[in-house]
């Protein structure tokens, strides 16, 4: 339909008044004819005023009034515009619908809260996971449970302090509220305008799975350490009762080595599936540390002690940390003893521990080895990983060492810093946030 421009309002307003006009004249009453035009023509705009405020207001039908001239094109407009509303709505209402299907085949919980901690919506497997009630039928509904605080969901300080930090890479294991025996994950990340969205997950299963793998892995090298013992045991034995020079002196050497190798291999296992299994950090146990670097030093220098080496330990005597010793001397004692192990002879190792301003206590080894190539910097810290197979074997090196870092560096929720240029040598370091930190 064209739209009523101002040329057709004149033309219907001449339409209209020039016949009055010309009547007026001709019979002498201009005046009296004119005012009861106007006059008509205020009645007739008041009706369909009326008819419009009524149909506005009052009638409930989508059907719109029927009007004449310039208000049978305001009602068409109005017409125009209704269907344009309905559409938009009803395409709206489709997307919102899809969305909503979609989030709730999902197989994680969802819930989106305000940056002020109010939550807006959640899908039904949250509610299921966390236990809480909505209080409506349609998924927006903002009745629900909007307004409450997030925090609520889960009573627990450990959930409130990860919510604070608000950081999207890291994620909190946490028992449910409702069900004692099923673990949730929970992540959270950006989402919209000032908004955050809660992902909450079950991981009960993977959970029971990574301790079944880590019991077996336990148990099979607990029960291969006895067998081991009492073969290296016989081995020495036999060696004292040969003569060095003999071929099976040498023979028996070589065995000798090789079960040191694999009790050496055993041992690693456990304390990785250990430090695996390991919760939190123990907050009630205060680590010596500097303590710790003084044995770590001494042994350092026996291992390298027919290489030259120029070792240099720089040791904050007052920083301490909090948490297991075994774990501590495990990181610290496989950089240490790495470097010692990786460096040619007359090379030069530093060692450091000290409180770095704000960040917290900073560990690092430094070589001038024979570094690392760039391509193997990011798989060092997987299992069974080495550089240089005979190398390692040289060393008597497992591939286990930098794994067992790794891990128990992420109960202290940092990272092991590599860097690492080939010919020059190399740094591992990290630095414990400083809550772990103490000064006696
Ligand atoms: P391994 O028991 O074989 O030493 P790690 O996990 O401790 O296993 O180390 C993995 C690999 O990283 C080693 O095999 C070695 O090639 C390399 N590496 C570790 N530390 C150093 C270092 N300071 N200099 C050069 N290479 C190193």
New binding site residues.
């Given amino acids: 339909m064209k739209p009523f421009t101002a040329k057709h309002q004149a033309v219907a307003l001449s339409a209209f008044y020039l016949p009055v006009i010309i009547l007026g004249m001709f019979f002498n009453c201009l005046k009296e004819l004119l005012l009861l035009a106007f006059f008509g023509h205020i009645v007739w705009h008041y009706y369909y005023l009326y008819k419009l405020n009524n149909w506005l207001w009052f009638n409930k039908s989508t059907i719109l009034p029927k009007g004449q001239l310039d208000w049978q094109h305001a009602f068409n407009g109005l017409h125009n515009m209704q269907q344009r509303y309905r559409k938009r709505r009803n395409d709206l209402a489709s997307i919102i619908r899809r969305f909503s299907e979609g989030s709730e085949a999902l197989s994680d919980g969802v819930i989106v809260y305000a940056k002020n901690g109010g939550i807006v919506w959640s899908n039904r497997l949250a509610q299921f996971q966390l236990g809480f009630k909505r209080n409506d039928k349609s998924a927006f509904s903002r009745k629900e449970i909007y307004g409450e605080h997030i925090t609520s969901l889960v009573p627990n300080p450990e959930f409130v302090a990860f919510l604070k930090r608000d950081n999207p890479v890291e994620t909190l294991e946490l028992p449910s509220p409702i069900h004692a025996d099923q673990l949730l994950e929970f992540s959270v990340m950006p989402y919209a305008k000032h908004k955050r969205l809660l992902i909450v997950r079950d991981v009960t299963s993977y959970r029971a799975m990574d301790e079944m793998r880590r019991h077996f892995i336990a148990n099979v090298s607990h029960e291969l350490r006895t067998p081991l013992t009492v073969l290296q045991g016989y081995i020495e034995i036999m060696e004292m009762q040969l003569d060095e020079k003999s071929q099976q002196a040498k023979t028996l050497h070589i065995l000798d080595q090789q079960t040191s190798r694999m009790c050496a291999l055993v041992e690693q296992i456990m304390t990785l599936s250990k430090v695996e299994g390991a919760g939190s950090v123990d907050l009630d146990m205060i680590v010596n540390v500097p303590m710790l670097l003084k044995q770590i030093e001494n042994e350092a220098r026996e291992l390298g002690k027919n290489k030259g080496l120029t070792i240099e330990f720089d040791v904050n005597p007052k920083l301490r940390l909090l948490g297991d010793e075994m774990q501590i001397r495990s990181v610290m004692a496989?950089l240490v003893y790495?470097?010692v192990?990786?460096?040619p002879a007359n090379g030069s190792i530093k060692v450091v521990w000290c409180l770095s301003c704000k960040t917290g206590g900073h560990f690092s080894?430094v070589?001038n080895?024979?570094?690392?190539a760039a391509e193997h910097i990011p798989h060092?810290?997987e299992r069974f990983?080495?550089?240089?197979e005979s190398?390692?074997r040289d060393?008597g090196?497992?591939?286990?060492?930098?794994?067992i870092v790794k891990h128990t560096l992420s109960h202290y929720g940092c990272e092991l810093k590599i860097k690492?240029q080939l010919g020059e040598g190399?740094q591992?370091s990290f630095i414990i946030p400083t809550r772990y930190l103490v000064e006696k």
């Fill in positions: 496989n790495n470097a192990n990786y460096t080894v070589d080895g024979d570094g690392i060092l810290t990983y080495r550089v240089d190398r390692s060393t090196g497992s591939g286990l060492g930098l794994s690492s190399s591992f």
